[in-house]
């Protein structure tokens, strides 16, 4: 299994700055990869973070608002950038350790756009 | 692309109770399939994962079943508990890129 801290876990922010979320797992992991969860929604897949490459962006998600990091096999950051009040959802990170099929969450980072 | 609906929404039950949450996907071509259950404001906790080849997985009151062919998977709950109370989730891993395409989630709520 894998054990993925965030932080912050909640956060209120004022409309035109940034925020950088942080996603630490607690063993090396082959597959990082970010969620948002918009209020009484289910889950949509950001991107997936690779290790010493650029992220993997799904349709509607553009880099420069979702600049992701992942310098190393266990930790990834995800900024959400110029942010408005659509950005106010739940921020994932998920993890799938190696040789292993089944996919860990983060507690997720509650944030909210003012 | 890979569409997954979860019936019901919502359900309510008496404490003690087996019940059935039902989740269908429209592209049968899946890896696997694994169920979630999320508390209020909490992440996701990993139940299930059922491969591909397999009909069903137990994991003590649990028991999930995939269909692949008609695009359907079944989460049994047995004798069921307030603390079981909480939105279950199923998803469904498709794709080279390895991504989960959730669906929209059951909201349980078990009452004494």
């Known amino acids: 299994s894998a054990v993925i801290s965030q932080k912050p876990s909640r956060d209120i922010c004022q409309r035109g700055t940034s925020l950088t979320i942080q996603c630490q797992v607690d063993s090396q992991v082959t597959m990082m990869f970010w969620y948002r969860q918009q209020p009484g929604q289910s889950l949509t897949l950001i991107a997936t973070a690779n290790q010493g490459s650029e992220a993997t962006y799904e349709s509607g998600f553009v880099i420069d608002k979702f600049p992701i990091s992942r310098p190393n096999l266990t930790f990834s950051t995800l900024t959400v950038s110029n942010m408005s009040p659509e950005d106010s959802s739940i921020y994932l990170c998920?993890?799938?350790?190696?040789?292993?099929?089944?996919?860990?969450f983060g507690p997720g980072t509650r944030l909210l756009v003012l | 692309k890979q569409e997954v609906t979860q019936i019901p929404a919502a359900l309510s039950v008496p404490e003690g109770e087996n019940l059935v949450l039902n989740c269908s996907f429209t592209d049968s071509a899946i890896y696997n399939l694994q169920w979630f259950r999320q508390d209020p404001g909490k992440g996701l906790t990993s139940l299930l994962l059922?491969?591909?080849?397999?009909r069903e997985q137990t994991s003590g009151r649990l028991n999930a079943s995939l269909d692949k062919s008609s695009g359907r998977s079944t989460l049994y709950i047995a004798a069921s508990q307030p603390g079981d109370s909480a939105t279950y989730l199923c998803?469904?891993?498709?794709?080279?890129?390895?991504?989960?395409?959730f669906g929209t989630g059951t909201r349980l709520q078990v009452t004494l």
């Open positions: 059922i491969q591909s080849s397999q």
């Open positions: 998920s993890a799938r350790p190696r040789g292993l099929e089944t996919q860990y």
């Open positions: 998803a469904v891993h498709t794709g080279t890129a390895s991504k989960l395409t």
